[in-house]
Antibody, heavy 123, light 107 residues
Framework: QVTLKESGPGILQPSQTLSLTCSFS??????????VGWIRQPSGKGLEWLAT???????HYNPSLKSRLTISKDTSNNQVFLKITSVDTADTGTYYC???????????????WGQGVMVTVSS | DIRMTQSPASLSASLGETVNIECLAS??????LAWYQQKPGKSPQLLIY???SLQNGVPSRFSGSGSGTQYSLKINSLQSEDVATYFC?????????FGGGTKLELK
């Protein structure tokens, strides 16, 4: 059974760095073709893909935020991390991590999602 | 970036009705398209991938079709539990992009 769960600081101030953790079970990030992605959603709005990481440390970033994003993983502890630097109020929203079974093959859709973690950027 | 335009933005339909939601890509995405359902307060759930493949466990009243730049999600015999917002996503090119969503309500 594949499960993912996000954790984060809840609230932070503008200009700080947001650090998010995705803890997962039911699959191995060392398995071929598997990836874990981060997607965010401002309240009441649409979905924005941020980044995905796979087995051999292959990564893809959304160019609109690339300079501020860092995705990494701890394969032995089944965790994926996302850091976003210099946050502002526009970064407020729900952040999801999600499993992609076909990342390496280019079939980068998300078949399992975490419950999401709400992040508020406010002074 | 590939722009994904969904229509309509909102939709009201009756129980038992057939519903169609459209997704238009700004360029050919070669059927690299997924559909998700998001119920209020919940995470998105995958319904369709590769434009027309039904994800395991998804009711057969959901179906996807299309090619090139035009895709659609069809819900046959609308049920009350189908009230949700629906999103399309392309995975043909980076960055992966989503449509703006279609909010489906009961009439």
């Amino acid at each position: 059974q594949v499960t993912l769960k996000e954790s984060g600081p809840g609230i932070l101030q503008p200009s700080q760095t947001l650090s998010l953790t995705c803890s997962f079970s039911g699959f191995l990030l060392s398995a071929s073709s598997v990836g874990v992605g981060w997607i965010r959603q401002p309240s009441g709005k649409g979905l924005e893909w941020l980044a995905t990481i796979g087995w051999e440390d292959v990564k893809h970033y959304n160019p609109s935020l690339k300079s501020r994003l860092t995705i990494s993983k701890d394969t032995s502890n089944n965790q994926v991390f996302l850091k976003i630097t210099s946050v502002d109020t526009a970064d407020t929203g729900t952040y999801y991590c999600a499993h992609s079974a076909g990342y390496y093959d280019g079939y980068d859709y998300f078949d399992y999602w975490g419950q999401g973690v709400m992040v508020t950027v406010s002074s | 970036d590939i722009r994904m335009t969904q229509s309509p933005a909102s939709l009201s339909a009756s129980l038992g009705e057939t519903v169609n939601i459209e997704c238009l890509a700004s360029e050919d995405i070669y059927s690299d398209l997924a559909w998700y359902q998001q119920k209020p307060g919940k995470s998105p759930q995958l319904l369709i991938y590769n434009a027309n493949s039904l994800q395991n466990g998804v009711p057969s009243r959901f179906s996807g079709s299309g090619s090139g730049t035009q895709y659609s999600l069809k819900i046959n015999s609308l049920q009350s539990e189908d009230v949700a917002t629906y999103f399309c996503q392309q995975y043909n090119n980076y960055p992966r992009t989503f449509g703006g969503g279609t909010k489906l309500e009961l009439k």
